[in-house]
């Protein structure tokens, strides 16, 4: 059974403070990676895939790694806009089309 | 730029009511999913439809039940509503073509039962 967990559960930052954080996975075999940024009230949004160890992926301040066992969600010198909770989720070989989410780390930065 | 549209965005029902969400998309995807979020828990999967005219059950199908009424159209129904079922239900879609994992989600349902 596919298993994600997402450490911390918050963090809450200064703007400007970088910070990680971690997205730890279990599966069979893993079809790919994902990290989802989900506001207030809102649906989730896709932020990134990644595939293979030693993947990364950049999309403004946030940078998204990949080893064999855990993902890590880099957010360099953060602003306020980016308070959200950041969802992971794995999709294995054997789970065509199905994700296993993780619970998400809720991020505040305040100025 | 609709993407995905859900309706209701809130419902209150007494335990034993029954209930339809509906979801719409209008990104021409072939695969549609339903999941619940709930407080610590996460994302989980109620109901998928890999394409029109099939649907699977997910991590938490009972007490659901889905039609893929056309490729546009997927609905959630609670035929005899209970306190469990309170929760955010949210609607997504992808072109499911190279099975990206890229979901549209809509804005989520937010259903209380009493």
């Known amino acids: 059974e596919d298993q994600v967990t997402q450490s911390p559960e918050a963090l809450r930052l200064q703007e400007g403070e970088s910070s990680s954080l971690n997205c730890s996975y279990t599966?069979?075999?893993?079809?790919?990676l994902f990290w989802y940024r989900q506001d207030p009230g809102k649906g989730p949004e896709f932020l990134f895939t990644?595939?293979?160890a030693g993947e990364e992926k950049e999309k403004e301040r946030l940078k998204a790694t990949l080893t064999k066992k855990e993902s890590f969600l880099h957010i360099t010198a953060p602003k306020p806009e980016d308070s959200a909770t950041y969802l992971c989720?794995?999709?294995?070989?054997?789970?065509?089309?199905?994700?296993?989410f993780g619970a998400g780390t809720q991020v505040v930065v305040t100025p | 730029n609709a993407g995905v549209t859900q309706t209701p965005k809130f419902q209150v029902l007494k335990t034993g009511q029954s209930m339809t969400l509906q979801c719409a998309q209008d990104?021409?995807?072939?695969?549609m999913y339903w999941y619940r979020q709930d407080p610590g828990m996460g994302l989980r999967l109620i109901y998928y439809?890999?394409?029109?005219?099939?649907?699977d059950k997910g991590e938490v199908p009972n007490g659901y039940n889905v039609s893929r009424l056309n490729k546009r159209e997927f609905s959630l129904r609670l035929e005899s509503a209970a306190p469990s079922q309170t929760s955010v239900y949210f609607c997504?879609?992808?072109?499911?073509?190279?099975?990206?994992?890229?979901?549209?989600f809509g804005e989520g349902s937010r259903l209380t039962v009493l």
């Open positions: 599966v069979s075999g893993l079809r790919g």
């Open positions: 997504a879609s992808t072109d499911g073509t190279g099975n990206t994992g890229e979901l549209f």
């Open positions: 439809s890999a394409s029109e005219g099939t649907t």
């Open positions: 989720a794995v999709q294995g070989t054997d789970s065509w089309g199905k994700l296993q």
């Open positions: 990104m021409n995807h072939n695969s």
């Open positions: 990644l595939y293979s």
